[in-house]
């Protein structure tokens, strides 16, 4: 009797996680999907280029420079002592060019360009682990709305069955109104958040396709059973350790404060001299003579020296640039140590959620298993006459409610798994291979 009970409850979920779309896409290729189409990711790269192509700029104060000019000029001369009255044409060309042969500024600007690279590489890398865990986000959330569509459902039919039966012990005079109005009203509710678990999914759908491009996306159900393994390494401690050489936010961190310590030499310069070497060549041809002389002429003016120049007083400005960038400095200093602690909590945290979550997920699993059996104790009860209606069909709803917790459960340590790697900054599209290959049915 109690195997024959169970059957529609078996069957109504066997249909709806059976039904695996033909053309479903994996986590790796919503992946790849989104890195071609996501605006944030799109502008990210964008700003790396740009963030390149200026600190590339700063090479440009201890190379050389060249510039080349000419001009055309026509001229009227009209003296009346002695008369005269004449015009005359000048075409001028030169070229002038120099090297900085000692500017301390110039240098610690292409030394802040080198950094701002490194800089530009920190952040695209953070940008590209935020795209990784958003797209499994997105995934996971589709997949969690599915299931809890599938086991509403699944509800429905069970409370169906339910409200039919008693119905038809109502008729025969072996039940009382109550249990009908009873599964009436419990058929109602979970009608009703069949709808909410519809339009749930329809959000969650348009997320995913907001992210990756695809209107069709239909992400691969997991597989089952799933068994995830615990942290590699099983140590917070170790996890933080690594994060000090992987995490892009220390590495910006640690950048802005080398940054700010050639800011410093920048700002001393000021009180350093420069020496230049410069070089020019210039032509000039007067056609039709010039002012003092009426026959045409050419001349040509080649120059090289060396420029030094020394300041001497700037008004205190100089002084108080360099006392700027000292707290500056010490500024830079406190936000890298600030990234160190952040980065250490945020660690720490997701590594003991991902225990936690899998404490969770085996507490859940037992929580199903005795949801099952309570079920089917309180259907056997209610044929004997120890039990009444409303106990099936609370039963019925602490079982469906588990078995929702028990897949959020399971997707959240997935996730969790990634957003610890995130943390200590050592997250690569290579773990979302090998997180596919572990759940992918």
């Not at 709806?16 to 479903?24: D, K, N, S």
């Not at 660690?347 to 099952?372: H, I, K, N």
Request: proline fraction near 4%; charged fraction near 20%.
């Amino acid at each position: 009797m109690t195997a024959s009970r169970r059957l529609p409850l078996a069957a109504a979920l066997v249909a709806a996680f059976a039904a695996a779309p033909a053309g479903a896409q994996s986590l790796l290729e919503l992946y790849e999907s989104a890195r071609a189409h996501d605006a944030a990711w799109q502008s990210a790269k964008a700003q790396y280029d740009a963030n390149l192509a200026r600190a590339e700029q700063a090479r440009a104060g201890i190379l050389p420079s060249a510039n080349l000019s000419a001009g055309v000029s026509r001229s009227s001369l009209d003296v009346n002592t002695p008369p005269t009255d004449r015009s005359f044409g000048t075409r001028t060309a030169s070229i002038a060019a120099s090297q900085p042969l000692y500017r301390p500024a110039n240098w610690a600007t292409w030394q802040q360009g080198k950094l701002q690279a490194e800089l530009a590489q920190s952040q695209l890398t953070a940008a590209a682990q935020d795209l990784i865990v958003r797209v499994s986000q997105a995934y996971f959330d589709v997949l969690a709305a599915q299931d809890t569509l599938a086991f509403v459902r699944a509800q429905k039919t069970a409370v169906g069955e339910q409200l039919a039966s008693a119905k038809r012990n109502f008729e025969v005079g072996t039940a009382t109104i109550t249990d009908t109005r009873e599964a009436q009203a419990r058929y109602d509710l979970v009608t009703a958040q069949e709808i909410q678990a519809e339009n749930d999914l329809r959000v969650r759908r348009l997320a995913l396709e907001t992210l990756t491009g695809k209107p069709d996306a239909q992400p691969t159900p997991l597989a089952a059973p799933l068994n995830v393994p615990a942290p590699e390494p099983a140590s917070a401690e170790a996890w933080v350790s690594q994060a000090e050489g992987a995490s892009p936010v220390i590495q910006q961190a640690r950048t802005a404060l080398d940054i700010a310590e050639w800011e410093i030499e920048k700002a001393k310069a000021g009180h350093k001299p420069t020496l230049d070497l410069t070089a020019s060549y210039g032509v000039q041809r007067n056609l039709g003579g010039s002012t003092t002389s009426a026959l045409d002429n050419r001349s040509n003016v080649g120059q090289l020296g060396v420029t030094f120049n020394l300041p001497l007083f700037a008004g205190f400005a100089t002084q108080n640039r360099v006392r700027e960038t000292l707290s500056l400095e010490e500024k830079a200093q406190a936000d890298l140590e600030a990234a160190r602690r952040n980065v250490a909590q945020a660690t720490r945290t997701a590594y003991f959620g991902v225990l936690s979550g899998q404490g969770q997920v085996r507490a859940l699993e037992a929580a199903e298993a005795s949801s099952q059996l309570a079920l089917d104790a309180n259907r056997l009860g209610y044929q004997v006459g120890v039990r009444i209606n409303i106990d099936v069909l609370n039963a019925q709803s602490q079982l469906f409610q588990t078995k929702r917790d028990l897949a959020q459960a399971r997707y959240n340590v997935l996730l969790g798994h990634l957003r610890l790697r995130q943390a200590n900054g050592t997250l690569v599209p290579e773990d979302l291979a090998r997180l596919n290959a572990l759940v992918v049915k």
